[in-house]
């Protein structure tokens, strides 16, 4: 190697590590001062994180203060996990939430219903004659069994609207009833009158029965003025008798 060229050699040499260094030392310097940034910046939060701890104080106390509750809290645990427990139930019950809602708008009928409650009392009441009317069952069926009847009954109401509007007539009938229980007791005189009317009705029976009568009257008359004369004889021949 030519002597000439060496410190032209060393020269470049550390011309390139001067500028290696230079670059080093700069990007040292910047990383030193994004770390100081960073530090900083942690500083403040770390500032703003104690600002916020010391804050939180009376919030801690508060908690302090709420270790008794929590820990009634923790015993209830079993019972925590008993509601647990109820998860399968309670969405069972979710799922009724339509029917629960139709429940809800039957509040107006319901609260109707609990009006009725003295009415419901006074029914429940009927337990013995309700009862009774069990027992009349067969003469209910009885009853049942005349519905033809009752529906050709029924087939008259013209007719029976008729007659009811013959009330006013039926009530002037009504007020004859002491007479016609005196025609009533007429039964058997008007009995013979028919009778007699019967008689009538044969002329010929009727001419004899006159005769018989006149005959009866002829002998009664015969006998009468018979028994006079005898009577005046008697008299006649008893008045000498005491003259002498």
Do not use: Y
């Amino acid at each position: 190697m030519d002597i000439k060229h060496i410190p032209a050699i060393v020269v470049a040499a550390a011309i390139t590590a001067g500028c290696s260094v230079a670059t080093t030392v700069r990007q040292n310097t910047d990383a030193i001062n994004n770390s100081s940034d960073t530090i900083r910046r942690n500083t403040e939060a770390i500032g703003d994180s104690t600002r916020g701890t010391g804050a939180l104080v009376p919030a801690l106390q508060g908690v302090e203060r709420l270790r008794g509750p929590m820990e009634s809290v923790a015993a209830l645990d079993p019972t925590l996990r008993g509601v647990a427990n109820l998860r399968e139930p309670m969405t069972q019950v979710a799922a009724l939430d339509p029917a629960m809602q139709s429940v809800a708008a039957l509040s107006g009928p319901m609260g109707r219903v609990a009006a009725l409650d003295p009415t419901m009392k006074a029914v429940a009441a009927l337990n013995e004659p309700m009862k009774g009317v069990a027992g009349m069952r067969s003469s209910l069926e009885a009853v049942a069994a005349l519905r033809p009847s009752l529906d050709r009954v029924s087939s008259l109401d013209v007719r029976l609207a008729s007659v009811a509007d013959l009330g006013p007539q039926l009530q002037q009938v009504g007020g004859l009833r002491q007479p016609l229980e005196r025609v009533a007791a007429l039964g058997d005189p008007m009995s013979r009158l028919a009778a007699l009317g019967s008689v009538l009705d044969r002329p010929l029976l009727l001419v004899a029965i006159g005769l018989i009568a006149l005959a009866a009257w002829g002998a009664v008359t015969f006998f009468a003025v018979r028994l006079a004369i005898l009577s005046a004889s008697r008299a006649t021949a008893v008045a000498p008798a005491r003259v002498m």
